[in-house]
């Protein structure tokens, strides 16, 4: 049974920083892309950020570029986003997503297993 279990999130003041973090269990974690996705109130779920079997590739949201870093740490079967310069915008539950590919991809229909969200409040 694959588990993606989210942490890090929290309140945070607008320009303020945090890391989420992503525990993976029950899949073969150095064959799989990992993305973040997250969900705001009245808002369909996006893509913030992903990543590749291997790490060397990634992608992110335009919205989130030079402010937030995915990366993994295949030893922990963890994957981490990183993110600075939060905005009041960034206000979101945030979905850790697991594919059964190495590619990393942007949308969400090509992620297989998703976790439960962890909550991530900016304020202004």
């Known amino acids: 049974q694959v588990q993606l279990e989210e942490s890090g999130g929290g309140v945070v003041q607008a320009g303020g920083s945090l890391r989420l973090s992503c525990a993976a269990s029950g899949l073969t974690f150095s064959s799989s892309a990992m993305g973040w996705f997250r969900q705001a109130p009245g808002k369909d779920r996006e893509f913030v950020a992903s990543v590749s079997w291997s790490g060397r590739t990634t992608y992110y949201a335009e919205s989130v570029k030079g402010r937030f870093t995915i990366s993994r740490d295949v030893a922990k079967n963890t994957v981490y986003l990183k993110m600075h310069s939060l905005k009041p915008e960034d206000t979101a539950v945030y979905y850790c997503?697991?594919?059964?590919?190495?590619?990393?991809?942007?949308?969400?229909?090509?992620?297989?297993?998703w976790g439960q969200g962890t909550q991530v409040t900016v304020s202004s």
């Open positions: 997503a697991a594919r059964r590919a190495r590619l990393a991809t942007m949308t969400s229909p090509e992620y297989d297993y």
